[in-house]
């Protein structure tokens, strides 16, 4: 019912920032929470971000905290996650993940629909 592409990703040095964004396409016109998750290789997906269908709640990695920050745009369709102060160890593939009528989860399997994933590489 909802596709979404991420885009943004690409190669930065440490300390750099990259802004990924999630546009969404389809059901749209009906309420979804939308999460960020990363993998990087030879690891487990893991919760980077969260935030509910306005907006008005958004949740982080207690690691990430402070140097990440999610946001969107209805009228865009799209979530954004401004990454600033990135690190080697924050190199993974990125997903934004939705699911409708729900809240925020760190599990995975609690969402409907996934994004392909872009790469985020930092250099040391």
């Known amino acids: 019912q909802v596709q979404l592409v991420e885009s943004g990703g690409g190669l930065v040095q440490a300390g750099g920032s990259l802004r990924l964004a999630c546009v969404a396409s389809?059901?749209?016109?009906?309420?979804?929470?939308v999460a960020w998750f990363r993998q990087a290789l030879g690891k487990e997906r893991e919760f980077v971000s969260g935030i509910s269908g306005s907006g008005d709640r958004t949740y982080y990695a207690t690691s990430l905290k402070g140097r990440f920050t999610i946001s969107r745009d209805n009228a865009k369709n799209t979530v954004y996650l401004q990454m600033n102060s990135l690190k080697p160890e924050d190199t993974a593939v990125y997903s934004c993940a939705a699911v409708h009528g729900s809240s925020v989860s760190d599990i995975p399997v609690a969402y409907a629909y996934w994004g392909q994933g872009t790469q985020v590489t930092v250099s040391s």
């Open positions: 389809g059901r749209t016109d009906r309420s979804y929470v």
